[in-house]
């Protein structure tokens, strides 16, 4: 495994994605649409590569020689537009259209193995319970369609497909991340759950070491979140905390996958790939965000 084609690579998780697999010594090749895209990433040492991502030819063009493609194609709507159901669309398109062309190509390309983002959210309300890679699933809202890409990784490409369910980015260029400390400043909770439920959360950083573990664990679906994922009440005192706030306004609890309880046990990619999160995202990191 040596060649890496990673779709998404200009992303917040996608450029660090690049700069680690790079330092793990892999040869990465990075697809974008833009002349930005493709100068940040040289700029990184990388190889550019443009695609259209629902393009079955021009994806096997680019897949070309390699060993695995990861891919980490999102639109996330800003954090303003998220009620918004029609500013998911391109996500949408992403998830569906976009990861069934990717995986298509991945086969004809002869590739080896396929990386798939996904999103911890998809679990049903576990309530108290660790949720492992095969608890039941509910999809719901903005997270069915991570379960289409999980859907087409494994069904339209022949290989190893790995997919990982990542907790909520936490970092300085994530948006939500900001949104929590303004929040928090004001005196407000962001949690749409209930202050017993829990959340999976990543720091950035970490969720990079885990798909750098994906290339070389055995095909399958591994969570990515916290050790110990805290509940929302233990996310608002430590964004309290960090703002120099004393406790913050909840809101009355709302339905959806992000008002669920999700204790996600990521076992299995310890077990599996010795990858272990440096930080306990969501309650160390937001003196580390505000700075
Ligand atoms: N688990 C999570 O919590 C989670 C997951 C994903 C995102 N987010 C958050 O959402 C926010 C936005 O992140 P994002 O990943 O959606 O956007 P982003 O960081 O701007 O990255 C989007 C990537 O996908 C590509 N892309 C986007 N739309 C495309 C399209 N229509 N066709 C082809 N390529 C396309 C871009 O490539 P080009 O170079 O071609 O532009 C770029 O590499 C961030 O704050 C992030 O932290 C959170």
């Known amino acids: 495994m040596n060649e890496i084609v990673i779709t998404g690579s200009t992303g917040v998780v996608g450029r660090r994605a690049v700069r680690a697999l790079l ?12 002349a930005r895209g493709r100068e940040q990433l040289e700029g990184l040492g990388a190889r550019a590569v443009e695609a259209d991502v629902v393009d079955d030819a021009s994806l096997r063009r ?25 500013a998911w669309e391109e996500n949408d398109r992403l998830r569906t259209q976009a990861s069934a062309a990717i995986a298509r190509a991945a086969r004809a390309a002869g ?24 608890a039941p699933v509910a999809g719901g809202g903005v997270t069915t369609t ?54 999976p959360t990543i720091w950035l950083d970490d969720a990079v070491t885990a798909i750098v573990a994906a290339l070389r664990v ?27 706030v004393d406790t913050l306004r ?4 709302q339905d ?14 310890r077990e599996a790939g010795g990858w272990a999160p440096r930080m306990r995202a969501g ?5 580390r965000i505000a700075a």
């Open 146 to 199: 991570a379960l289409t890409a999980e859907r087409n990784a494994r069904e339209r490409f022949d290989g190893d497909t790995v997919v990982l369910r990542f907790g909520l980015f936490l970092g300085p260029d994530s948006e939500s991340s900001e949104a929590a400390l303004e929040a928090a400043r004001g005196g407000a909770s962001v949690a749409v759950g209930p202050p017993g439920a829990y959340r």
């Open 256 to 269: 959806g996958p992000l008002a669920r309880s999700q204790r996600v046990s990521s076992r299995r990619l």
């Open 218 to 244: 055995p095909a399958g679906t591994y969570n990515v979140a916290d050790g110990d994922p805290p509940t929302n009440a233990e996310i608002d005192a430590a964004l309290a905390a960090a703002v120099g």
């Open 250 to 253: 909840t809101r009355a609890a």
């Open 62 to 86: 680019a897949f070309d020689g390699a060993d695995a493609v990861v891919n980490l194609l999102t639109h996330i709507p800003s954090v303003e537009r998220m009620g918004d159901p029609s």
């Open 111 to 134: 590739v080896r193995r396929l990386v798939q983002e996904s999103i911890a959210f998809v679990y049903a309300d576990g309530g108290d319970a660790w949720l492992e890679e095969d």
């Open 23 to 34: 330092h793990a010594g892999y040869r990465v090749t990075g697809v974008t649409r833009s």
């Open 283 to 287: 309650t160390e990191s937001w003196g």
